[in-house]
């Protein structure tokens, strides 16, 4: 039975530490990216995001929420700066629901890594308009930044951006979602 809505949380975090619905431990548990997710909705936040774009590459089967992508693709070195200066002026929560994935770090930088290597350009580009939404915080000034908003306005794509919210998932990211999905 296809589900509404499935879940793909962003590095090293978990599904019941941001939402209650259904979704995908992938930093927890080994899952193939090409396996076919029977949802008519895939919310994917921040590296989800790029995982769920994967997996909709393979598979083109459901409709996608992207909260922050990767995107555009960089060099490794870049986003590592851009993520010491998001921990120095947003900073990560660590709750104790997140921390159940440090057991998996080292699969889990090694995963980090794989993705950073995909563009998520050219796979935004083959999917149906009407398939797609993008959401950014106004001041993620290091994942989902101004430039990135910008392409995403030039390919003519549904882009939401949501004021006095940066890169960490909260309360009306939450919302959002749940209006668009829930009509």
């Known amino acids: 039975m296809k589900k509404k809505i499935i879940f793909i949380p962003g590095w090293m975090d978990t599904v019941e530490n941001l939402v209650n619905w259904p979704g995908l431990d992938i930093w927890k548990e080994k899952i193939d990216i090409n396996q076919k997710i029977d949802a008519e909705y ?6 989800g995001a790029n995982w769920a774009l994967l997996n909709w590459k393979k598979n083109k089967n459901s409709k996608l929420i992207l909260t922050m992508p990767l995107a555009p693709k960089r060099k490794i ?22 921390s159940r994935c440090f057991p998996y770090i080292f699969r889990g930088i090694i995963n980090l890594i794989k993705l950073m290597q995909v563009d998520p350009l050219p796979i935004i580009d083959e999917i149906p308009k009407d398939d797609l939404i993008i959401i950014r915080g106004k001041n993620d000034n290091h994942f989902f930044d101004n430039e990135a908003a910008e392409i995403i306005k030039e390919k003519k794509i549904q882009l939401i951006e949501l004021g006095k919210v940066g890169h960490n998932w909260n309360e009306k990211i939450f919302l959002e979602i749940e209006k668009i999905v829930n009509g």
């Open 42 to 47: 895939i919310v994917g936040y921040s590296t």
């Open 77 to 98: 070195s870049n986003w590592f700066l851009r993520w010491i200066k998001h921990e120095i002026f947003e900073r990560s929560k660590i709750t104790k629901k997140r």
